[in-house]
């Protein structure tokens, strides 16, 4: 078969799917700025991936572009202002990571209040045999989960938290009324009612550093803070000192500040959990998301409306 177009792969993606896109497009793999200027007057799409995005300048060599296809939900990494004025189309992978992201949430705040990590390295150190049982953990059954961003992700976790008996409440820039859960449009007050505050907001400048000392003072001494949105939406030194000095009870995260670059302070605290964004990290959600950066690439291409569009 002939190729549809030439494509531009920025980020890892599974072999299977290479393979796939190889089947209708010719592929070239982006190593730099520099070495775009001999094929960027072929280049028609963007295959991409949320953490990646689309790299400075790389938009501007391209002046045949005709669509971005992201294998992801994120899109702060990417000039979303630029592509509106060039009408340049923008798809991501919209519901197929919620199941797994938000099973990660709980995992993160199970394993943070179960001392799941605690436990495993007591076993570990023989402790259990010469010093009895472990200190007890906490519950999550009458606990308050807050959630901040109440989209597809945010409603996955509300229904998983109240599966455990919790009590949840959420803030977002609208309400839901598809929702019977509670709205607070105040983010204070939401981190002074809440045992756990989640995050499932997009990042990008709108939620730059919006959990930041004062939210974390809101959430107090008993409070645990659960991130599975980008790191950009907590301010990260804030965090390391109200972990450090005990003005929040914990954490868990699977996003940072500068990925994979991790702080390495945060890699000293004993209350926290880390995962290195693991979030739709499954093989089966993974496939999902790249046949529907192939999916999307094919529908442009044939003429026909994207499968699942930002705009």
């Known amino acids: 078969m002939s190729s549809l177009a030439d494509i531009l792969v920025i980020d890892a993606y599974a072999p299977v799917i290479l393979k796939k896109l190889s ?45 971005i296809a992201v294998n992801g939900v994120g899109t702060d990494q990417i000039d979303l202002e630029q592509a509106k004025e060039r009408q340049i189309p923008v798809s991501v992978t919209s519901n197929m990571t919620t199941n797994d992201v938000a099973d990660l949430a709980i995992m993160l705040l199970m394993t943070l209040r179960r001392n799941f990590r605690y436990n495993e390295e007591y076993m570990q150190a023989g402790r259990w045999a010469s010093e009895g049982y472990p200190p007890l953990s906490r519950s999550l059954e009458e606990k308050r989960m807050g959630i901040v961003g109440f989209g597809a992700i945010g409603q996955a976790i509300a229904r998983r938290a109240q599966a455990s ?25 939401l981190a002074e009612w809440a045992d756990v505050l989640t995050l499932a907001v997009p990042g990008g400048a709108a939620t730059q550093g919006l959990v930041n000392e004062d939210v974390l003072k809101a959430l107090g001494p008993h409070g645990v803070l659960i991130n599975i949105a980008r790191g950009s939406v907590v301010d990260e ?29 945060l890699l000293k605290l004993s209350n926290v959990t880390l995962q290195p964004h693991q979030g739709s990290a499954t093989e089966e959600t993974r496939l999902k998301m790249g046949m529907n950066v192939v999916d999307n690439l094919l529908a442009h291409f044939t003429g026909k409306p994207l499968l699942t569009p930002l705009f």
Request: hydrophobic share 40%; aromatic share 8%; with cysteine.
């Open 165 to 189: 008996e919790m009590e949840v409440t959420y803030y977002s820039r609208h309400k839901r009324p598809e929702s019977s859960c509670p709205f607070e449009p105040d983010l204070l007050k």
């Open 23 to 67: 089947e209708h497009f010719t592929l070239h793999h982006y190593k730099d700025l520099a070495s775009l200027a001999p094929i960027a007057p072929y280049l028609k799409a963007i295959a991409t991936t949320g953490a990646a995005g689309v790299p400075s300048g790389i938009m501007e060599a391209l002046p045949h572009l005709e669509i």
């Open 237 to 265: 030194d804030a965090l390391i000192k109200a972990l450090q000095k005990g003005t929040i009870a914990g954490a868990g995260l699977d996003v940072f500040c500068h990925e994979p670059d991790i702080n390495p302070a």
